[in-house]
Structure formats: structure tokens, C-alpha cells
T-cell receptor
Framework: AQSVTQLGSHVSVSEGALVLLRCNYS??????LFWYVQYPNQGLQLLLK??????LVKGINGFEAEFKKSETSFHLTKPSAHMSDAAEYFC????????????FGKGTKLTVNP | EAQVTQNPRYLITVTGKKLTVTCSQN?????MSWYRQDPGLGLRQIYY???????DKGDVPEGYKVSRKEKRNFPLILESPSPNQTSLYFC????????????????FGSGTRLTVV
């Protein structure tokens, strides 16, 4: 069965600093991996996805993530945080050729300080 | 505009009073799902549907019902709501996980905040 672990339920950075949100997954078959963002009082929006093509994936708003099979990780990064990045971020996994179920991590709330 | 529409956005109800939260998508997606979001627990799947008349339980189905009579609609029914069902609910739709189309991920509705008193 697939599972996702997001390390750190809260992350705080200064504006202009590097953003690093950690995600480790478990899957018995090659996974699809996703990062979603949830702004206050809104639904979830797809940020980026890994689907077995390039291991470094670029998404919207300057975010990117790198798939590392040896580490079973899919960490989300952004070189320079902006105040508008304050939101909750969810990592999710589904399996190619397996269940259509998308399994989510518990989320990481990002705070950006001026 | 491609979207998933949930109604209502906010709902306060009393214990035991049946309610339905509607979900509709206009993208011809085969797969639809309901999640509930609770602080510290992330999103947990309630029910999902692979296609019309095909539904199955997710991780937390107790106290909920669903139906899929048409491809675009997937209502969530609480026959006898209880306070522990107070939560933020999301409907999502997409294509099945196998193959290229499954790589698109899901489209989420804006959420329904339900309070049961």
C-alpha cells in the first residue's frame, strides 16, 4: 500500500529565503507523485507532478521538486520565498497501474515572515 | 471553465438531520472522490467512484453514502449526521491512475465546511 510522510507540520522561513518542504513516500510499484497547495479558505491546487519522465520537475510559482528513487523522496523547493507562498502544502502518491487512489500526506503549513 | 463545483460552501446542521452535499464536474472525468480534511490528519478518502454506478469505500466511509447515477455528479449523503462529522469536505475528479491520463492528477472543488451541532 502507498503512504506519504511529510516531515514537519509547520515550516517558517523569511521572505527571500530558501523553501524546503520534505516528502517521503512508500510504494510497491513505480509511483506518480504530486504536490498540491491549499491557500486559506480555498481548495487544493496542483503545484507539480512526477510521472516517470524527468526526475526534476518544475511547477507553478517557481516551485520545483526532485524525485529520488534511492531515497524514496520528493522534496519541494523554491529558491526565494515570497509572502504569497504562505499556504498549506500536501504531498500525494498514486501508483501507476495500481489503485487510482491518491494518498495524501498530513500537510505542511508554510509561514513566510517579512 | 473546467471545474468541480460543490454546494453548499458552508453548512450548519443539527445532529440526525439528513443532508446532501452536491458535487458536479464538467470535464468528463471517470473518477470522482470525496475527502474530509481535519487538522493534523490531512485529507482522508471517504468514498470514490470509478465510473457511473461504480462506487467503493475509502478509508473513512462510516456514516456516509454516495451515489453515481450520472458521470458528472457524485453527491455525498449523511443520513444521520453526528458532531464527529464536523469537517471540511472536498470533492475531486480525474482520470483513472493507469496510463497517461492518470498523470494529470485530480481537480478539487472549493470545499464544504460542515458543522454538526
Amino acid at each position: 500500500a502507498q503512504s506519504v510522510t511529510q516531515l514537519g507540520s509547520h515550516v517558517s522561513v523569511s521572505e527571500g529565503a530558501l523553501v524546503l518542504l520534505r516528502c517521503n513516500y512508500s510504494s510497491s510499484v513505480p509511483p506518480y507523485l504530486f504536490w498540491y497547495v491549499q491557500y486559506p479558505n480555498q481548495g487544493l491546487q496542483l503545484l507539480l507532478k512526477y510521472t516517470s519522465a524527468a526526475t526534476l520537475v518544475k511547477g507553478i510559482n517557481g516551485f520545483e521538486a526532485e524525485f529520488k528513487k534511492s531515497e524514496t523522496s520528493f522534496h519541494l523547493t523554491k529558491p526565494s520565498a515570497h509572502m504569497s507562498d504562505a499556504a498549506e502544502y500536501f504531498c500525494a502518491v498514486s501508483s501507476q497501474g495500481g489503485s487510482e487512489k491518491l494518498v495524501f500526506g498530513k500537510g505542511t503549513k508554510l509561514t513566510v515572515n517579512p | 471553465e473546467a471545474q468541480v463545483t460543490q454546494n453548499p460552501r458552508y453548512l450548519i446542521t443539527v445532529t440526525g438531520k439528513k443532508l446532501t452535499v452536491t458535487c458536479s464536474q464538467n470535464m468528463n472525468h471517470e473518477y470522482m472522490s470525496w475527502y474530509r480534511q481535519d487538522p493534523g490528519l490531512g485529507l482522508r478518502q471517504i468514498y470514490y467512484s470509478m465510473n457511473v454506478e461504480v462506487t467503493d469505500k475509502g478509508d473513512v466511509p462510516e456514516g456516509y453514502k454516495v451515489s453515481r447515477k450520472e458521470k458528472r455528479n457524485f453527491p455525498l449523503i449523511l443520513e444521520s449526521p453526528s458532531p464527529n462529522q464536523t469537517s471540511l469536505y472536498f470533492c475531486a475528479s480525474g482520470f483513472p491512475g493507469t496510463g497517461f491520463r492518470g498523470s494529470y492528477g485530480y481537480t478539487f472543488g472549493s470545499g464544504t465546511r460542515l458543522t454538526v451541532v
